[in-house]
Structures are given as C-alpha cells and as structure tokens.
C-alpha cells in the first residue's frame, strides 16, 4: 500500500489517514474506541504531531460519524460528507421496509452515545474532486444509505468503498437488506464501482487482506448480482 496510507483497525470498522506533506486527511472516523485507536496508530507510524486538516465521510451511519465532531473540534478540522446524507448527520434520517431494523439501532445508538447533529462544513456530490493526496473523486454508490459515496484515487488506482460491501466479520458480503436503505440501488452501485479503473478497494468493515485481494472479493460477489 502506498506509504502516505495508514489503516487504522478496531474491532467492528476501520477508517482511514492519509498523508499529504505535513497535514493528515482522515476518511470516516471510528466508532467506539476510534479515537484511542487513532491516537495509537499515529504514535506508531510517527505521524502524532502532524495536524487533521479534514475528515472526508463516506455516509453518515453512526459507526462511520461517531468521532468526526469531537475530532474536528480538537484539530480544528473541516468535515465533508455526501448531501445525500445530510439527515443522517442532523439525525433524522427515515428508513422504510427491511430498513426500518437498522433505522431503530440507529435511533437507539445516537441516543445513548448522545450523537450530536451535525451540517459538513462541505457538502459532496458525485464528480466532485478533492485535492487531497493526488486528487480524490467523490463517486456516488447510494443503497447503503441514499447518499452513500466512495472516494477514488485515480493516481493509486484505489477506491475507499466504505459500506459497499464488507469482508468481515462473516466473510465477504454485500449488506443484508436490513442494513440498507434501498437494497437494489446497493446491489447496483458494486458495479458503478467496478467500471472505475482499480488496481484495489479498502472497504471499511474488513479483514487484513491487501487491496488487491479485496477487489477480487468485490468482483467474485458481482458475478451473481441480478439488475
């Protein structure tokens, strides 16, 4: 993986450093324990007293947004997420059907974690390109949640899929309908994703296989889809 990357690991998601000069980009920040776990992976790779410019997210599902205000707060860093889940961030999103089962955790979860709503300092769309460590595209993969969004490096030939699928805990797999907002848009966003020119794809609910091994995954569960 390239040396400005840091994957930083816990135990239900992992979210992302990326390194440009003498500034950290965060994409996604951490559930529960992710900021103890980032302060460590910093330490560890010697990047600790570098400053977090920004925190880009991949959607708004509590598991992704946890720690994006209080570490924007601490590093006085901006934060960017999909439009699309704007009610997601001022937690107020609605679900409907099988969905309804991850809008309930929601719900729950954000209360008792006192979530705080959030606007991102910058709203994102599809197209939108970011200057960060070479260029980053913001590409639109709605299912998950209806503004659900990847972030592409054309310069690595790497995609942060966030939710998109996931290989861990239960090996590689597309979302069950009760963790997604439209089931079918889900399904047909893993095929946006693959007309992109990859050489890898870091999903954020993984196992330690490389980039590479990861887009094998992604494509193996495309074969099956039915549109």
């Known amino acids: 993986m390239p040396p400005d990357l840091l994957i930083v690991r816990t135990f239900i998601v992992q979210f992302f450093v990326l390194r440009e000069d003498d500034a950290l980009y965060l994409i996604?920040?951490?559930?529960?324990?992710?900021?103890?776990?980032?302060?460590n992976a910093l330490?560890?790779?010697?990047w600790d007293h570098l400053p977090i410019r920004g925190i880009l997210l991949t959607h708004g599902h509590l598991d992704h947004a946890l720690n994006a205000p209080a570490l924007a707060r601490e590093h006085n860093a901006w934060i960017a997420g999909p439009e699309g889940d704007l009610e997601h961030?001022?937690?107020?999103?609605r679900y409907t059907g099988w969905g309804r089962v991850a809008g309930l955790s929601e719900w729950i979860g954000r209360r008792l974690l006192r979530m705080?709503?959030?606007?991102?300092?910058?709203?994102?769309?599809?197209g939108?390109?970011?200057?960060m460590w070479g260029g980053l595209r913001v590409v639109a993969l709605p299912g998950h949640t209806h503004g659900h969004c990847g972030f592409y490096s054309a310069k690595h030939r790497l995609l942060f899929s966030g939710d998109l699928f996931a290989t861990a805990p239960f090996g590689p797999q597309i979302a069950p309908k009760v963790l997604n907002q439209d089931n079918t848009a889900a399904r047909r966003s893993i095929h946006r994703a693959?007309?992109?020119?990859?050489?890898?794809?870091?999903p954020c609910h993984a196992d330690e296989a490389s980039p590479e091994r990861q887009l094998e995954r992604l494509r193996e569960l495309a074969c099956p889809v039915q549109i």
């Open 128 to 131: 939108d390109e970011l200057p």
């Open 43 to 46: 330490q560890a790779r010697g």
């Open 116 to 126: 705080p709503a959030f606007r991102p300092d910058q709203l994102l769309h599809d």
């Open 28 to 39: 996604d920040a951490g559930f529960l324990g992710g900021r103890s776990a980032l302060k």
């Open 194 to 202: 693959l007309e992109l020119s990859l050489e890898g794809v870091l």
């Open 89 to 93: 961030f001022e937690n107020c999103a």
